[in-house]
């Protein structure tokens, strides 16, 4: 792995993580819940008052300031992956500090377990070219059908419409705010605009190769 980046404000990375020893971190749709709870509630410069699990509805404040604007995100089971730009100084680390140690905290109470949760720090990789964007977003929703059809990567899906059914009944990615669905909305600083993101994601299924992304690491999690 190389080096994490020192982060720019203003610059897009893409930050993702895994179980330590590869284990499951999410377990049940509470675990998945409460993550993206905190990419919510953690992103916002001033404490979080209240970190009991509640819905994301009436209690977001869009007067808040966010350390990051959330792009693209997707929860697996035993890792994340999430797409975001630095909006202040210090906005990625402070916003994954807080993400980590309050999923961690959560988790081992939950589970009666100590120690750390992920491997180690987050991973980040700086995304500074135009083919990165046009592409990573895609790679990051497709993720899920590693639990499914994992022959994707091979470029070996035989049945696209299956494909494409199992990935809008997976609620734990912005793909769904994407094609319109909402899902949770109130984790996006700016809504997504993305228009034909399901169109997009089919002719990438059908054509695509990693090619564009081979200059930045791609780890299999």
């Known amino acids: ?105 959560y988790f081992n109470t939950k589970n009666s377990r100590v120690g750390p949760l992920f491997q180690g720090k987050f991973k980040a990789i700086h995304i500074s070219k135009e083919a990165h964007l046009l592409y990573l977003p895609h790679y990051i929703h497709l993720n899920p059908l590693d639990l499914v059809m994992p022959e994707w990567r091979e470029q070996r899906i035989r049945d696209t419409q299956k494909a494409l059914k199992f990935l809008k009944s997976y609620r734990w990615s912005s793909y769904l705010d994407y094609i319109g669905q909402k899902n949770f909305p109130e984790i996006f600083y700016r809504s997504p605009t993305s228009i034909d993101c399901e169109e997009e994601i089919r002719e990438w299924l059908e054509n695509f190769d990693f090619e564009p992304l081979q200059d930045i690491t791609l780890e299999q999690l």
């Open 1 to 105: 792995m190389t080096k994490r980046p020192n982060f720019i404000t203003d610059e897009i990375y893409h930050i993702y993580n895994r179980g330590v020893e590869k284990r499951e971190v999410f377990l049940n749709e509470k675990d998945y819940l409460r993550f993206i709870h905190g990419m919510c509630e953690f992103n916002n410069i001033a404490p979080a008052l209240n970190l009991s699990y509640r819905l994301l509805k009436s209690d977001f404040n869009r007067d808040k300031k966010p350390f990051v604007e959330i792009l693209y995100f997707c929860l697996m089971p035993n890792h994340y992956h999430i797409l975001l730009r630095q909006l202040i100084d210090t906005g990625i680390t402070e916003f994954m500090r807080k993400i980590g140690t309050g999923y961690t905290n």
